[in-house]
């Protein structure tokens, strides 16, 4: 039997997705189907006959029947989607969200309400999701519909234009973009929605959007069609780019004033980068090479850059071949340490520079150093006049002191013989006569040793020997060897003690002072005194001070005092003088790294001295582990073959030292000599196991003695140690071209000393 319309219209209504309700006009449902029983949790006969508000949330039930009635008077079709907040309640009183449409139905009865009821109550939690992600974003979101009304904002946006949602919602979305911009945007907004697509932001259109306060900021915007229900929404992610406008036109000014910087240079500049391609050159470097490089400069890679040199003889090769040329040219770019001279054609010379960057690549300086060169040379022939000057002036003085010697030595010599001659005694007033002979012979004597002295000194010719001294050991020198000049002018000279140590070279040292004391003798009063004492006027330093009560300097005198040939007014007088010794002891204190300086007062006295740097008092004494080096060395024991050594050494504590050191090494003898030229004899004598050889000695070095030694075969093997407070490293190379057998420096290392002489012996053994 064939299924009737009735059955098969109400098999249509119970397979509708939605829940389908008829209602009358009294609010009594009439007819439910199979979705509405599924969706409210009731049976259908529980349904219907019962009020409609029956599936209505109990608060909204009052307001609902209202509703009710206001449509049955005034019925239309209403479709979903009409933005109304509604919601269901179901049989165990759980609420949800729903969209509802309405259709009246006209019937006998009246008119019927005809509702069909979606849940969204799965969309309506997409929504918040998407919402809150919404909210999430960094960047302004704006979501319009296809009017251009804006539909959703994030906090982001109300941020960044200053708008409060509510003032944006609805509103077309020009209100956020520049007056001047917005005809234009509504024609843009109009063929985007034509023709929808995803645009990504940074599409390098410029963009800017328009804040509440009227102020416009630059933006990038990216749109995306919203596949949605709501056909036609377009979203939009709004960035301020504010900070990176700013940055990318600090970025171009620093980049300007670079360029800028770059061009104003007069010498010319490239910069390589990783790839060794020319990125940036300046106008100098342009127009050197346009003559070998046709176009731009900029591109080119440096073998490029070479073989058009090459080719185009911008630079004169001499006798280099071009492949060695490029060679060297490349493996310095490779390898930039220093930098490679060129000469032009037109005789110019270039210098070229290559640094590296930190990002691999290469800049390359290149300037015109001709006129350098020039005086380079200029000063090298300078120089050159200059030495030869000195050197010739040095053999002069060395002729002069030869020639004057020779007679002076027949003068003072017969002078002396006629002053002790018995056979023909001389009468008093030939004796006194003879006396002014042989004063003024010493005199000159004096004079031209004087003279040599400072001579070498300038010319860089005296070497000392810089070590730890004992201040009171040098003051008893000098007033031992002072003494006697002091009692036949009858002046009283003493000298307070100091534990004071300097760092000094011991002859020269006493040489400043005896100076000093010599002088104030001399310029003393009958019955006067002079003293050396001691001070430290700062930390580091120690000042030794020769002070007399004598004639004093004349005001008018004083700034001249060190130069040579200057004796403070006394030329004419009685005292004899040379003027150089000051200029001397002033030019001996700067080779100890120290200084000079005087304060007199006419007719009351004088005071000079001389600041030296102080030694280092830590350094005095054997550490303990020197200390425990000696007691563990093998030469300690009585027991084993005997060593001899000669140590040659000018210093007094420095040989105090040693004799005490080697005393407790029983198997080893030490023999000391003062000078080189005494210790060659000694060793050529007793033919020692080792030297032990300081290297500034007064007279012939230890360089020179080293040669000496080397040239005698019976002497030629025996290994000679250099210790010496010389430490730079051209001094180890000198020794070490000299031929010692090693190298040591002051103070000693006890423990480096011992294990050099073990070494030495253990060999011999």
């Not at 609902?64 to 009409?82: D, I």
């Not at 309506?124 to 979501?143: C, G, H, N, T, Y």
């Not at 000496?708 to 140690?721: C, H, M």
Request: a negative charge; aromatic letters at 6%; one cysteine or more.
């Amino acid at each position: 039997m064939p299924t009737s319309d009735s059955d098969l219209f109400g098999q249509l209504v119970d397979s509708a997705p939605d829940a389908l309700i008829l209602v009358g006009q009294d609010g009594v449902i009439r007819l439910v189907n199979r979705r509405a029983e599924e969706l409210f949790g009731y049976e259908r006969s529980e349904l219907v006959g019962q009020p409609i508000e029956l599936l209505v949330p109990e608060h909204f039930r009052p307001a609902h029947a209202g509703h009710r009635q206001g449509y049955v008077h005034a019925p239309k079709r209403r479709p979903m989607g009409s933005e109304l907040e509604l919601f269901g309640r179901r049989k165990d009183g759980s609420q949800f969200p729903v969209e509802i449409s309405l259709s009246p139905i006209a019937a006998s009865e009246g008119t019927l309400v005809a509702a069909a009821i979606r849940d969204v109550g799965l969309r309506k939690r997409a929504e918040q999701r998407f919402r809150a992600l919404l909210e999430s974003a960094p960047d302004a979101m704006v979501i319009v519909d296809r009017e251009g009304r804006i539909v959703l904002v994030n906090a982001q946006t109300e941020r960044l234009f200053g708008y409060p949602r509510a003032e944006l919602l609805g509103e077309a979305v020009e209100k956020l973009v520049p007056k001047r911009l917005r005809g234009a945007h509504v024609a843009h907004r109009h063929g985007y929605m034509h023709e929808p697509k995803t645009r990504n932001m940074g599409s390098g259109l410029e963009l800017y959007g328009l804040r509440k306060d009227g102020s416009e900021f630059p933006v990038e915007i990216s749109l995306s069609p919203l596949e949605s229900e709501e056909r036609g929404w377009i979203s939009s992610s709004i960035r301020d780019i504010s900070d990176r406008k700013q940055a990318e036109a600090s970025a171009r000014l620093a980049t300007d004033r670079l360029l800028s910087a770059v061009e104003s240079i007069q010498d010319g500049v490239a910069l390589y980068d990783a790839r060794d391609e020319i990125v940036l050159c300046n106008s100098t470097c342009r127009q050197l090479f346009a003559s070998v490089v046709p176009g731009p400069i900029v591109g080119k890679k440096h073998a490029e850059l070479v073989a058009a040199i090459v080719e185009g003889s911008l630079f004169d090769l001499g006798d280099e071949s071009p492949a060695a040329f490029r060679e060297r040219v490349a493996e310095y770019h490779r390898n930039p340490i220093g930098n490679l001279d060129f000469k032009t054609r037109d005789g110019h010379v270039l210098r070229m520079t290559d640094r590296r960057t930190l990002e691999g690549g290469i800049v390359s300086t290149l300037w015109d150093v001709t006129e350098d060169m020039k005086l380079v040379a200029e000063r090298e022939r300078a120089q050159k006049l200059a030495e030869d000057a000195s050197a010739a002036k040095s053999e002069f003085l060395s002729s002069m002191s030869h020639e004057l010697r020779t007679p002076l030595n027949s003068i003072l010599g017969f002078a002396q013989l006629l002053q002790i001659d018995k056979k023909a005694p001389l009468n008093e007033r030939q004796k006194e006569k003879l006396e002014h002979v042989l004063k003024g012979g010493e005199h000159l004597l004096r004079l031209i040793d004087d003279i040599l002295d400072l001579s070498h000194i300038e010319a860089g010719r005296i070497m000392v020997s810089p070590e730890p001294v004992g201040v009171s050991d040098v003051l008893a020198e000098v007033k031992n060897a002072l003494d006697p000049m002091a009692e036949r002018a009858g002046i009283t000279l003493r000298y307070e003690e100091t534990s004071a140590r300097v760092v000094a070279d011991r002859t020269r040292f006493a040489q400043i002072l005896i100076n000093f004391g010599s002088n104030a003798i001399k310029y003393g009063r009958p019955s006067g005194h002079a003293v050396l004492r001691v001070t430290r006027p700062r930390a580091g330093s120690v000042r030794v001070t020769v002070a007399d009560d004598g004639l004093g300097i004349p005001l008018d005198k004083q700034d001249r005092l060190f130069q040579p040939f200057q004796r403070a007014g006394q030329e004419a007088g009685p005292i004899q003088g040379t003027g150089i010794g000051l200029a001397i002891t002033k030019r001996l204190a700067e080779l100890l790294h120290g200084s000079v300086g005087f304060k007199s007062t006419p007719g009351v006295g004088s005071e000079f001295w001389v600041e030296l740097p102080e030694h280092d008092e830590s350094t005095r004494e054997l550490d303990q582990t020197g200390a425990a080096r000696v007691t563990e060395s093998l030469l300690t024991s009585a027991e084993g073959r005997h060593y001899t050594i000669v140590y040659v050494e000018d210093n007094p504590s420095n040989i105090a030292f040693m004799q005490e050191l080697i005393a407790e090494l029983e198997r080893v003898n030490l023999v000391t000599a003062p000078t080189a030229e005494v210790g060659i004899e000694l060793v050529r004598a007793r033919l020692p196991d080792a030297v032990i050889m300081d290297i500034n000695l007064p007279g012939m070095s230890g360089y020179d003695a080293a040669q000496k030694l080397r040239e005698w075969p019976e002497t030629a093997q025996i290994p000679v140690i250099a210790l010496t407070a010389a430490a730079m490293l051209g001094d180890r190379k000198r020794a070490a071209d000299a031929g010692f057998y090693r190298y040591l420096t002051k103070p000693v290392r006890v423990a480096e000393l011992l294990g050099v002489l073990e070494e030495l012996f253990a060999a011999k053994a």
